[in-house]
């Protein structure tokens, strides 16, 4: 634990975009999170892990404003996002993925992409309905499309673009969530599961890709449950366990972590 | 004949002009199913003996019918097509539309249903404004909670809306000095907005001469009158036909959809779902009041029994047979509930029935004894065809007609590729 307070106290906040401080979640009697503090540096991959039930998801939630957190603060930018709604969060620059993917089935896979981008003019209604205001919406759908096109490319998705979103493999489906995800120019990205179910081949792929954006600034906060992934891929590593926090550092440190064997890894990695 | 001609020449310019806003195929669909129709009405007309005029009287009829069963359809696919909004209020907010706009328009001696005595476009703008906000009120509760709850909230309401109005303390009722109403069991009378065909026929020049020319060939005046009002509420069809499309296809429309879709996503992406939902809630339900008024506020009296919820659940049939997203769809299934399973049943029931009894045997009744039971009560057993259609429906074709279409919601066409650096480097290299 003194890890973690450790790196709450000494980070700056710039370099630590996204701040958890003793979050704690309640369904009923049950504590899904209990008191859990962690900062995420700027452009660092960091893994959260755990076993199932140890609150991973929860705490997604929480910072994401899908559920209020019961206590505690969760920090964007140094901005208290703890009850924003869920879309302000992502308007912030803050967005996730989901566990199981929930690509929007009836749309194509290019309509997926084009819902994402900020600040599209053509989301109100009177400039989507009125004749001369529509040429403006026009021209930035334009622009949306080729920033999509390239996006597809990168997640070599291309060739699906018209197909229907609900038709994708449970791998493709991954890898259009995340495309999508990242089409909205997020400053923080929160990956739940983004590897599961997706071939090796592809799984490298989408790491390289990972880094890649890290490198140009991009922050991730990563749930797998591959621990060769997690070991060999992520700066730091949030090991989390029955709702809080139980060892946070590098791989060689989690590694050694006593605590973390014990409830986790079973035996040494 | 020249009337029926010209009749003729008048449909095809519109035609050719909703064909430029849709493209042929659809056109065409509709084109098509319009003219079968045309075609049954024309035979069962010529079976019952009508002369010209009454064949062009049931034409105009029929087509009436579906104009308005395409407005509400349409309407409606904007909420339950695009949105997944579950709204079952819709006779609720028809009636709204229409007691506003008579009540706004109605002159204060009127009676029943004193009013303001507003000229009748800002008494339809207010109907609309009225029935928006209604539809907000109802919304910013319910959309809060889970879509089934939307259901509750507007069927209540619809139906709280109507003996609202049946009451006898809202019939006549004292605002600021004026005395207004909207007369309660008795009903409304207001300036018809029908009589605008009158009104075209008398100020249009050439139009009175070509309502004596259609009067030399049989279609005496007040059928005249009706058709003009007849194009104009298939003008309005086409008005609402191009927004809605236009909504479909914009980002506005995507959101609309990805709503439909997964709300979660869509609000997890960084849109504000409540206000998207709101918005088209309340501009969907401003489309309900306008085509309530024009369709079944046509005549100039209404009451609370053409605003049942009955009427809810045929332009919800008529969605799910066009198709629930499309809106071609939507107009081909209100054409296809409103003449099919409405008009030409009525027609068949009231020009040929007779007064056949049940057939004594199954012999009997392959024998052929049926076919005159069954015209004679076809009223009762159109019924029990549209409940056969439905489940026929939801087995084969859940989609409806045109519901597994897709209609790309973008402002621009998705197919199309730059050829990006990247891509044209990878065929350089290999």
């Not at chain 2, 006549?172 to 008795?186: Q, Y």
């Not at chain 2, 919601?409 to 990878?426: C, D, F, I």
Request: charged content about 15%; aromatic content about 8%; proline content about 4%.
């Amino acid at each position: 634990m003194s890890q973690q307070t450790l790196t709450l106290s000494e980070n700056t906040t710039t370099e630590t975009p996204l701040r958890v401080e003793s979050l704690r979640k309640e369904f009923g009697g049950i504590t899904a999170v209990a008191d859990t503090s962690f900062a995420v540096e700027k452009g660092s991959l960091t893994g959260l892990i755990g076993p199932n039930g140890a609150g991973k998801s929860t705490t997604f939630n929480c910072i994401t404003g899908v559920y209020t957190p019961t206590a505690g603060r969760v920090y964007f930018d140094d901005t208290d996002i703890t009850t924003d709604s869920p879309h302000e969060i992502a308007q912030q620059g803050l967005v996730r993925t989901f566990q199981i993917a929930r690509e929007l089935s009836e749309m194509t896979v290019m309509e997926n992409m084009m819902l994402s981008p900020k600040h599209q003019q053509g989301e109100s209604l009177l400039r989507s309905v009125l004749p001369g205001l529509r040429e403006a919406v026009i021209k930035q759908e334009e622009k949306n499309r080729e920033r999509v096109w390239e996006m597809l490319e990168f997640f070599e998705i291309d060739h699906l673009a018209g197909e229907y979103a609900g038709n994708l493999s449970g791998g493709q489906a991954k890898l259009l969530e995340m495309a999508r995800a990242l089409m909205t120019d997020p400053e923080v990205v929160l990956l739940d599961e983004p590897l599961a179910g997706v071939n090796p081949t592809l799984e490298q792929k989408l790491l390289d890709r990972i880094h890649t954006l890290c490198d140009e600034g991009y922050t991730f906060l990563l749930v797998e449950h591959d621990m060769n992934i997690i070991m060999n891929h992520c700066e730091r590593i949030i090991v989390m366990h029955q709702g809080q926090v139980l060892a946070d550092g590098d791989a060689d440190a989690i590694r050694e972590n006593e605590r973390v064997i014990d409830a986790y890894l079973g035996d040494p990695v | 004949m020249s009337g029926k001609l010209s009749e003729k020449t008048v449909r095809e310019t519109v035609i050719t002009a909703i064909g430029e806003m849709v493209g042929d195929n659809d056109l065409r669909m509709i084109a098509g199913l319009l003219a079968g129709v045309y075609l049954l009405c024309i035979a069962l007309g010529l079976l019952a003996g009508f002369p010209i005029g009454g064949i062009v009287n049931t034409l105009r009829a029929v087509t009436v019918f579906a104009a308005g069963y395409g407005m509400l359809v349409l309407a409606l696919n904007l909420h339950w097509g695009y949105t997944g909004l579950f709204n079952i209020g819709v006779a609720g907010f028809m009636a709204i539309g229409t007691y506003v706009t008579a009540i706004l328009s109605s002159p204060p001696t009127m009676m029943p249903g004193p009013g303001l005595g507003l000229p009748v476009p800002i008494a339809i703008l207010g109907g609309m404004v009225a029935t928006a906000i209604a539809g907000l009120l109802t919304a910013l509760p319910a959309l809060k909670m889970r879509a089934d709850y939307l259901a509750i909230v507007t069927v209540a309401l619809s139906e709280i809306i109507r003996l609202s109005i049946k009451s006898q303390s809202l019939a006549e009722f004292t605002l600021a000095g004026r005395t207004l109403g909207t007369g309660g069991g008795r009903g409304i009378r207001y300036p018809a907005p029908g009589s605008i065909g009158g009104a075209v026929t008398e100020t249009v020049p050439g139009m009175a001469t070509l309502a004596e020319a259609a009067a030399a060939v049989g279609i005496n005046t007040p059928v005249f009158t009706g058709l003009i009002y007849m194009f104009i509420l298939v003008a309005t069809v086409a008005i609402f036909y191009s927004i809605i499309v236009r909504i479909g296809s914009s980002p506005f429309g995507r959101v609309l959809k990805a709503i439909r879709e997964d709300e979660l996503v869509a609000s997890s992406l960084g849109k504000n779902t409540s206000i998207y939902k709101l918005k088209i809630f309340a501009f969907g339900c401003a489309l309900m009041g306008l085509g309530g008024y024009l369709w079944l506020g046509r005549s100039g009296f209404v009451n609370d029994l053409s605003f049942r919820p009955n009427i809810t659940f045929f332009i919800f049939i008529a969605l799910i047979i066009g198709g629930a997203g499309s809106n071609t769809g939507s107009i081909l299934g209100g054409i296809m509930f409103s003449s099919l399973l409405f008009y030409v049943p009525q027609f068949v029931s009231q020009n040929f029935s007779g007064n056949a009894s049940p057939p004594g045997s199954f012999a009997a009744a392959i024998d052929g004894a049926i076919v005159p039971y069954i015209i004679t009560n076809i009223g009762p057993l159109r019924f029990v065809g549209i409940g056969v259609l439905l489940i026929y429906l939801i087995q084969r074709r859940p989609d409806g007609i045109l519901g597994h279409r897709k209609e790309d919601a973008a402002a621009v066409n998705l197919g199309e590729r730059p050829q990006s650096q990247s891509r044209v480097n990878k065929e350089k290299s290999s």
